[in-house]
Nanobody, 114 residues
Framework: QVQLVESGGGLVQAGGSLRLSCAAS????????MGWYRRAPGKQRELVAS???????AYADSVKGRFTISRDNAKNTVDLQMNSLKPEDTAVYYC????????WGQGTQVTVSS
């Protein structure tokens, strides 16, 4: 099994930056890809960014050019650098790992004030 723990959420003004980090533990050799999702109030959970073991990335159109996903395989962490934050980025952000199964972190709140 894989366990995920997120950190780095918080409150920031519009235009500011935050960096989210997700630490994976357990049977991490089974992970094929990791990513970040978010759920805004009243909306469904959506993909923000993903990164495969092969280095392929995918981003939601709404965050392209502002967010960057990166992974440190030695530390088993995946980070999400979020720049030029907007109020519409306010959501609970969840780390995700896909391998033998799908694992979710507990979520971290990001609030962007206008």
């Amino acid at each position: 099994q894989v366990q995920l723990v997120e950190s780095g959420g918080g409150l920031v003004q519009a235009g500011g930056s935050l960096r989210l980090s997700c630490a994976a533990s357990g049977n991490t050799v089974t992970i094929n890809a990791m990513g970040w999702y978010r759920r805004a109030p009243g909306k469904q959970r959506e993909l923000v960014a993903s990164l495969t073991n092969g280095g392929s990335t995918a981003y939601a159109d709404s965050v392209k050019g502002r967010f960057t996903i990166s992974r440190d395989n030695a530390k088993n962490t995946v980070d999400l650098q979020m720049n030029s934050l907007k109020p519409e980025d306010t959501a609970v952000y969840y780390c995700n790992a896909v391998g033998w199964g799908v694992t979710w972190g507990q979520g971290t709140q990001v609030t962007v004030s206008s």
